[in-house]
């Protein structure tokens, strides 16, 4: 599977339960990547997305330790409930059987911090948008270019510089 982050320069990932800053450009190229694809996320993100819905257009695999949760879910949207990691890896098996989904193209992890850390050693590649910029943050990724410096991790891509509402960003992709 994937994971698709978007993280500052310290690799901080949210605060207060949000994101760092609105980046509209980044919000097309996650919609862009991640449309008719499954998403896996922690109830915080999901609740944290607008309405605290799902996102149409993707199947979105919601965490909670709360077996009776109702993830809400925008119109074309689908959702699945698991309660625990080993469930969640079982509904993506099933989901490979059933629909022939590609476990290494079409699954993204999509946070939050939690979710990422549990993920991180199943992910192959990793898509990061690199703010260039230091935010208070309160959640964090794994520090890629630390685990690239120890040969663990590659940076495969690297885009243009983006600009938007004052910040400057780069599309990045690092592989295993
Ligand atoms: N920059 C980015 O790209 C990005 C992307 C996504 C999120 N974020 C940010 O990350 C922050 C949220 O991260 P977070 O770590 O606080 O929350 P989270 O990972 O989104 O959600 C945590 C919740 O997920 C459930 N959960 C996680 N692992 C589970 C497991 N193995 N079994 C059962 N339930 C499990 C639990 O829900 P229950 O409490 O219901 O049991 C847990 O409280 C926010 O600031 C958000 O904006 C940033």
Not at 5 to 19: E, F, P, S
Not at 54 to 77: C, F, M, N, W
Not at 100 to 110: H, I, M, W
Request: with cysteine; proline share 3%.
């Amino acid at each position: 599977m994937k994971a698709i982050v978007v993280v500052d320069k310290n690799w901080g990932i949210g605060r207060d339960g949000g994101l760092l800053v609105h980046l509209p450009g980044e919000l097309r190229y996650f919609k862009q990547n991640t449309l008719g694809k499954v998403l896996i996320m922690g109830r915080k993100t999901l609740e944290s997305l607008p309405g605290g819905k799902a996102l149409p257009g993707r199947t979105t695999i919601v965490l909670s330790g709360d077996e009776h949760y109702e993830p809400k879910q925008a119109e074309g949207a689908r959702t699945f409930l698991c309660t625990s990691f080993d469930e969640l890896m079982a509904t993506l098996l099933s989901l490979e059987f059933s629909e022939n989904l590609d476990l290494e193209k079409d699954v993204f992890v999509a946070g939050g911090e939690s979710v990422y850390r549990q993920f991180l050693p199943y992910c192959s590649e990793f898509f990061v948008t690199k703010i260039d910029a230091a935010f208070a943050a309160d959640k964090h990724f794994e520090d890629l270019d630390r685990l690239a410096a120890g040969g663990l991790m590659k940076l495969t891509y690297e885009s243009e510089t983006q600009e938007e509402n004052g910040y400057t960003y780069r599309f990045l992709k690092y592989s295993r």
